[in-house]
């Protein structure tokens, strides 16, 4: 979002809604001027603001409007104004937006408990959603999903009823994120296409391991392809981009058609062993589109960190491993919103599959900062006893990486490899299988789980044999090879040693043999840097750079998607974001005094003796301190209490104190009249006799 200014108008006292708005603009860097950054209208002024240029909503960058139904029709008596107010309403927006030239959202708030009209709530916030459906100047929520708190948790009709704030500080928040996030829809340029990993993003399991009826799309992987099926429903093209063989990934859809994406709706895939930075590029410039038009999911944390050092201009999102935080994830991701869409937009995957034009590649990136800097360690030590489970289980599962296809391990010595990087650690993932036959180290099995290829474990694998080999005063290392479907990726690693073939047992198996010091000396090259081309949105820095803005980007929209998820999180974030206002020597009715005043004005207190109104307080900011004491402390406070030069954080708190006590005398009171009511006559005699006594 742009550096902008919110102007706010109501049918309510909405001034509480100003903390959160900051806080999010704050948070989106798009603040400005903070004094500035949001402004109210007058309480009630909502049609003479829209319709005046020069006001709050007509000098702002973004306006943001909130109604109630019962401030503007007269309750179940009004319904038959409802449709003359939503008529009125449409056209005094339109002409705010059109004057002003900047986005609107409308929000069409609920109905207090007490006194509001739920017939007329729904029948107005009906009709101003179909006024302006596919509208892209004015924007209506109906409610503040996804943030909205439990029922009890909307309302306050203490502090309605005292200032005609109608709200919990909860909802406000709630309401805040949710026009904050539209707003960023409407002004913010969205995302064409989204590019999906598919082991651990699409479903759990490697089907390159696992199999096509081996991985498992439960219903919270469901909810992730839901998610899909909206995104190409709104026209955002879908792509598929894994490290797989494509046949593999083909045959999960086909043996999935429950799925609600399916392959026809898929514009274009990358299913191969290229790094997955090329593998977008190649995307980019088969859909004829700029990278910076890309969104790229997946749950590897090392392919995420390769993808945003080699296209900074891909909005990477890592997903969290867990499905059912996946699925959370996505319906928080900001840039996957979208507010208005055509019968273009939902065209827009067949017409690319119809029309679809290759040009040429725009060229490919290094890999070696990236790999520079993923600090991979790589640990390969004899297999133990605690690893016979995991070592079975790699030679069962293991394809594309198992240049023998054995799924027995035969030899003499077997050796565990064991990965971990500055992401984490990756466990046992690689297994070698050896035994010695006269001048040569032979390796009947040589195999690495998918998840590290590609990263140079392999290589140091193979140089660990050969190092061994040396050591024990052997001439040579052999590498048993047999060519299955799946193995492709063995292939090609062996394709680029220095090795001689020496055929066995027919013609689809072979030993490739190396010198010992050549096996030794093996290391990772990545590909040949080349020039980077640029894309509609420009030239890019150096291979392995990331600008600070598509940084900030991703690492902003993953700390909303992940942390700033409802209403509790946001006050809980906003409330971090203050300074302490811990003194010394206060007691804690008076501690939790000044972390109210310390979020309700705009300087903290330093002392118990600082005064609410010296630190800038007034009569709203005052219902609100009362609405927050009696929710937390359950006491009221008179205004008389309050309204004097003597209302400091210790007078208070003084005062808290006092009521709570009261109110525990009143409520014993109570008890013993109660217990009294109870008793029979001749108790009471009783009683009265022992106390005589």
Known sequence: MNKIGVGVAATFTAEPLGDALRFWLAELDAEGDAEEAVAFAPYDQVFPSLLDSGSVLGRAGAAVVLVRAEDLVA??????????????????????????????????????????????????????????????????LTSAEPYEPAPEAVHDAFADRTGNVPYTDRYFAALAAAAVRRLHALTTPRPKVVAVDCDGTLWDGVVGEDGPDGVVIGPERMEIWRELARQVAAGRLLCLCSKNEEKDVREVFARHPELPVGLDDVAAMRVG????????????????????????????????????????????????????????????????????????????????????????????????????????????????????????????RTNQFNLSGARRLDGDEKFVVDVSDRFGDYGVVGLTNVRTEGDTLRAGAFLLSCRALGRGVEHRMLAHLGALARERGLARVALA?????????????????????????????????????????????????????????????????????????????????????????????????????????????????????????????????????????????????????????????????????????????????????????????????????????????????????
């Open 75 to 140: 309750g179940q008596d009004g319904l038959d104004e409802v449709e003359a107010v939503a008529t009125d309403l449409a056209a005094a927006l339109r002409a705010s937006a059109r004057a002003s030239g900047t986005p609107h959202v409308l929000v069409v708030c609920p109905p207090s408990p007490e006194h509001g009209s739920p017939e007329a709530h729904a029948r107005l916030a009906s009709r101003l959603a179909r006024a302006f459906e596919g509208d892209r100047a004015v924007s209506v």
């Open 273 to 396: 062993w290229e790094a997955k930075s090329q593998a977008l590029r190649s995307l980019a410039a088969e859909l004829d589109l700029g990278l910076d038009s890309f969104v790229f999911l997946d749950d590897s944390p090392v392919e995420c960190a390769e993808v945003r050092a080699g296209c900074p201009q891909v909005l990477t999102l890592r997903l969290p491993a867990d499905a059912a935080e996946a699925a959370a994830f996505l319906r928080h991701c900001w840039p996957l919103d979208l507010v208005a869409v055509t019968e273009a937009d939902r065209e827009r995957t067949r017409r690319y599959q119809e029309e679809r034009q290759r040009e040429q590649a725009r060229g490919e990136m290094s890999l070696a900062d990236f790999f520079a800097t993923l600090d991979l360690r790589v640990t390969i030590a004899p297999a133990g006893p605690e690893h016979e489970a995991r070592a079975a289980q790699l030679a069962e």
């Open 481 to 693: 090879f047999r060519a299955t479907e799946r193995n492709q990726p063995a292939r090609d690693f062996l394709a680029a040693l220095p090795a001689t073939v020496e055929p066995y047992d027919g013609e689809e198996a072979a030993w490739y043999v190396l010198d010992a010091a050549d096996a030794a000396a093996v290391v990772h090259t990545p590909g040949p840097a080349e020039e980077r081309a640029a894309g509609p949105a420009g030239t890019t820095g150096p291979a392995g750079s990331v600008d600070a803005a598509a940084s900030a980007g991703w690492a902003a929209v993953e700390r909303i998607a992940t942390r700033l998820t409802g209403a509790d999180a946001i006050l809980d974030a906003m409330r971090a974001a203050r300074p302490a206002t811990e003194v010394a020597g206060a007691s804690p009715v008076e501690a939790a005094v000044m972390r109210m005043w310390a979020e309700l004005l705009d300087v903290a207190p330093t002392s118990v003796s600082d005064g609410f109104f010296q630190l800038g307080g007034h009569s709203l900011r005052l219902v609100q301190f009362m609405a927050r004491v009696r929710a937390e402390f359950g006491v009221e406070l008179p205004f008389d209490t309050l309204y004097t030069t003597s209302f400091t954080v210790a007078e208070v708190a003084k005062a808290i104190e006092e009521r709570q006590l009261a109110d525990a005398d009143d409520e014993e009171l109570a008890g013993l009249l109660d217990e009294l009511a109870g008793l029979s006559d001749e108790e009471i005699d009783a009683l009265l006799d022992s106390g005589n006594g």
